[in-house]
């Protein structure tokens, strides 16, 4: 019996998994992976914004002549003034009310380096569009493919287009960071906030009124009724701008922007050429630099390799439009529309001989590379095969080019960007010349009016001068560009100085028996801008 039951006992399964348990350790077990340690997402895009700053910062403020437009406003207004270019002639030269008191307001308490502020503001607001490029990327890229959503902040922190005219002094980057907002606080239910956002980008510059039927169109589309609480925040915060300026200066419109819609420069773009502004597209990313800088052996432009760029990252915003379809079909008419209209409207300026600049369009970039990071990503989703790999190789291959293509145009960390130091030059020249009441006339008022700021500048195309409308348009004999300093103006306004690069008098003053009657070379700055031999001054002779 004391057998059967140590048999019996042996038997049993706890005895067995005993003896499974202790051999356990020769059995050679199974390595598991300790997890790879990520980098925190909110760490990556704040590295990101980090670049943006670096890129912006590392070459200092290098305000174009316009800027200085803005700045002089800057200076009479917080030196009691009043909001006027030239002290006692209340015109509105500036398209940028908005950006000129946000300036002034910081100006003011210390009455520091404006250039520099200009810069601070400008790369404040684009690391808020950095971002918002980021949370809208994470909110419509896809689950599976999240290293897309970083692609449109990145490209944009390095963006060569944007940055440029950030460390221009424009208000650029206000505004672009305005048109964003407004997006992303509509799309995240935050209406009346968008709405403010919508009022204030009217504020910084007129284009931002297509962003107001734009965004109060989506209200509609959202709720399913009229949004009057929104339209009457936007009313309410341009109103009594609009009723300052009327009564301030008879006219709520910008003088710049009537002088330009009077065809104060001559237009010259017929057939495609007139649809330049939807080139954006393919001229800052991802080879959008390279390209601009190809040239046959004769001279010309390759203008095919940049059409075919053009209709390529066309698709691709085709497609991340789709991709934001997909999660909300308001949304994606609203992000595709907005750059439609913006390019619609600069188009048809264009056949009212409106000359359209270049920073006219750098609102643009956020929404194209939205567009197209999307894109890649919805891409992506629709490629055969395994989709880990599909995307590790476009990530790679499309950043990689685009980081190539944007420091290459940096000159790797040296800004191409420069100011027009010869007007400088010949503000303190004439410095020690110049007395209470004296007028100098000349085509580009903007580093030379900062820089003599007690001097009545005459603005030859009228952006702070009305009066110099009367004498457009300008004979065609006199023209060597696509502006001119008119003789008659000259002669009837008798200045006591004339400024002006040669190229812009070259067919006009320089040819006039009157004016050289009149008028003597005073002194000649050496500059090759715009093909021009030198900048010009000269005097009235009753007073050399």
Request: proline residues 7%; aromatic residues 12%; positive net charge.
């Amino acid at each position: 019996m004391g057998a059967r039951s140590r048999r019996f006992e042996s038997s049993r399964p706890d005895h067995y998994l005993n003896y499974f348990v202790n051999l356990t350790p020769l059995i050679k077990q199974p390595e598991v992976k300790k997890p790879v340690a990520k980098l925190p997402k909110p760490l990556i895009i704040l590295a990101i914004v980090g670049l943006g700053l670096l890129v912006r910062l590392i070459n200092g403020p290098h305000p174009n002549d316009d800027a200085f437009i803005t700045f002089r406003y800057v200076e009479n207004i917080t030196s009691g003034l009043g909001f006027v270019y030239n002290q006692g002639e209340k015109v509105l030269g500036t398209t940028t009310p908005l950006y000129t008191l946000l300036l002034s307001l910081l100006y003011f308490p210390f009455k520091t380096n404006l250039p520099w502020l200009g810069l601070l503001l400008n790369t404040l607001a684009d690391c808020g569009t950095i971002l918002w490029l980021g949370w809208l990327g994470k909110k419509f890229c896809p689950p599976n493919l999240r290293g897309f959503e970083y692609v449109a902040p990145l490209l944009f922190a390095l963006s060569v287009f944007s940055s440029n005219w950030c460390i221009a002094g424009m208000e650029t980057s206000l505004f672009s960071f305005l048109l964003i907002s407004t997006f992303g606080l509509g799309i995240m239910g935050r209406t009346h906030l968008a709405a403010v956002a919508a009022a204030l980008a009217v504020f910084c510059r007129p284009e931002g009124i297509l962003m107001v039927g734009l965004a109060l169109a989506a209200f509609w589309l959202m709720s399913r009724r009229f949004p009057w609480r929104e339209a009457l925040i936007i009313a309410g915060i341009g109103l009594p701008w609009l009723i300052f300026a009327t009564l301030y200066y008879g006219n709520p419109l910008p003088q710049s922007l009537l002088a330009k819609g009077e065809g104060v420069y001559i237009f010259e773009e017929t057939g495609l050429s007139r649809l330049k502004p939807f080139s954006l597209i393919a001229w800052d990313n991802p080879f959008g630099q390279f390209i601009t800088n190809l040239q046959l052996p004769d001279g010309k432009r390759i203008l095919l390799v940049g059409l075919i760029a053009t209709l390529t990252f066309g698709g691709l915003i085709g497609l991340g439009a789709w991709r934001i379809w997909r999660v909300n079909k308001i949304a994606a008419v609203w992000a595709a529309g907005f750059p439609l209209l913006f390019n619609l409207a600069y188009i048809l300026a264009q056949f009212r001989k409106v000359l359209i600049f270049d920073w006219y369009l750098v609102p643009l970039v956020p929404w194209y590379l939205l567009l197209i990071g999307l894109g890649l990503a919805q891409l992506v989703e629709i490629l055969p095969g395994p989709k880990k790999l599909w995307a590790n190789g476009i990530l790679t291959l499309f950043v990689g080019i685009s980081l190539v293509n944007q420091l290459q145009a940096y000159d790797f960390g040296r800004s191409r960007m420069q100011s027009p130091e010869h007007y400088r030059e010949a503000a303190n020249f004439l410095a020690p010349r110049l007395k209470p009441g004296q007028t100098i006339v000349a085509p580009e008022i903007g580093m030379l009016g900062y820089f003599a700021p007690t001097t009545r500048i005459f603005d030859s195309v009228g952006l702070v001068s009305p009066e110099a409308l009367k004498y457009y348009p300008v004979p065609k004999n006199e023209l060597a560009s696509n502006n001119a300093v008119p003789s008659r103006m000259v002669l009837e306004q008798k200045p006591e100085y004339v400024i002006s690069l040669e190229l812009f008098v070259r067919n006009s003053l320089k040819l006039s028996p009157e004016f050289q009657a009149n008028y003597t070379l005073l002194q000649k700055i050496p500059t090759n801008t715009y093909g021009s031999d030198g900048l010009l001054i000269f005097i009235r002779k009753d007073l050399s």
